[in-house]
């Protein structure tokens, strides 16, 4: 049995992967949201006393540290927890060896590719842990993804995840950038992003969220108070090693400031948004026309 805690955007389809797979799957998550094909649970430690591996996908560290402490209290020795949230390599190590003390293993996925990976299937999933481990989950990562990589023990995953935000937020920004300087010369935004895709500047943002841009639609996606708490993961990484990133810590702080206004639950393309802003021009707008 595989148990599956959080249903959220990512979550939900994740576990309807797992089913259309053919596993047998029980969930659970704050807000009852019934996946079609899995039994339900009414609590992390029911899901962890009756799942051999339990996936988790949450939103930040201290939900992991909640959920992975009350899973321990109903998990038994040989129970695998499979964390693909994207949380804090620190905290991933320290809940990784309190599981180990139970004879709980432990592998930290995280997974790339949003809503749409997601639903199809098609996620990148980087993986830490042992070999062993990584071994036994990696059916339900063959359900869930296609690009699957074993890059370490435990929290490597969570590292290689810090190192693939900072490039999708860094790729975001320059896109709007090229978007609003391009429009505001009088371009068409979509010829742009036609252009760009077929050279060296081609990119999955374009290819993924491309539609997002041209018609300012944000709904999430993947929510910008996400990537801000990412982007602070890896600037948090970043001191600790003593590797300055100062274009990440710049992009941090236009999320940083969209949350201030009020739009953190919008779509991290909406970054878009604020360099509109500061060059008072919406793209797609006739170039002398009012932004």
């Not at 006393?49 to 339990?54: G, M, S």
């Not at 988790?56 to 949230?85: F, N």
């Not at 023990?153 to 190192?163: F, I, M």
């Not at 993961?233 to 600790?240: C, D, K, M, Q, V």
Request: charged share 20%.
């Amino acid at each position: 049995m595989i148990g599956f805690i959080g249903l959220g955007v990512m979550g939900a389809p994740m576990a309807r992967n797992l089913v259309a797979a053919g596993h047998d799957v029980v969930v659970t998550s704050r807000t009852r949201k019934d996946v079609e094909g899995a039994a339900w649970a009414d609590s992390p430690r029911a899901v962890a006393e009756q799942a051999d591996i339990v996936v988790t996908m949450l939103p930040d560290s201290p939900q992991v540290e909640e959920v992975v402490t009350e899973l321990l209290a109903g998990a038994r020795a040989g129970t695998l927890i499979v964390d693909m949230s994207t949380i804090s390599p620190v905290v991933t190590r320290g809940l990784a060896a309190a599981a180990s003390e139970q004879g709980v293993g432990y592998v930290d996925a995280p997974v790339s590719g949003g809503d749409v990976g997601a639903r199809e299937a098609t996620l990148s999933i980087m993986a830490g842990g042992s070999q062993e481990d990584f071994e036994r989950a990696r059916p339900l990562f063959e359900a869930l993804g296609k690009t699957i990589v074993h890059v370490g023990p435990v929290g490597a995953g969570q590292v290689v995840k810090a190192c693939n935000q900072v490039v999708v937020a860094l790729t975001i920004e320059a896109v709007s950038e090229a978007l609003v300087l391009g429009s505001k010369a009088g371009v068409d935004p979509a010829t742009i992003i036609e252009v760009l895709s077929g050279g060296l500047a081609g990119n999955k943002v374009m290819t993924v969220r491309g539609r997002n841009f041209l018609e300012h639609d944000f709904d999430p996606g993947f929510r910008i108070d996400l990537h801000h708490k990412d982007l602070g993961i890896a600037l948090s990484t970043g001191r600790e090693l003593g590797v300055p990133l100062p274009a990440t810590a710049a992009v941090n702080e236009m999320l940083g400031a969209l949350r201030a206004k009020g739009l953190g639950d919008r779509d991290h393309s909406a970054l878009l948004t604020h360099v509109e802003e500061l060059a008072q021009h919406t793209i797609g707008t006739p170039a002398g026309a009012p932004a």
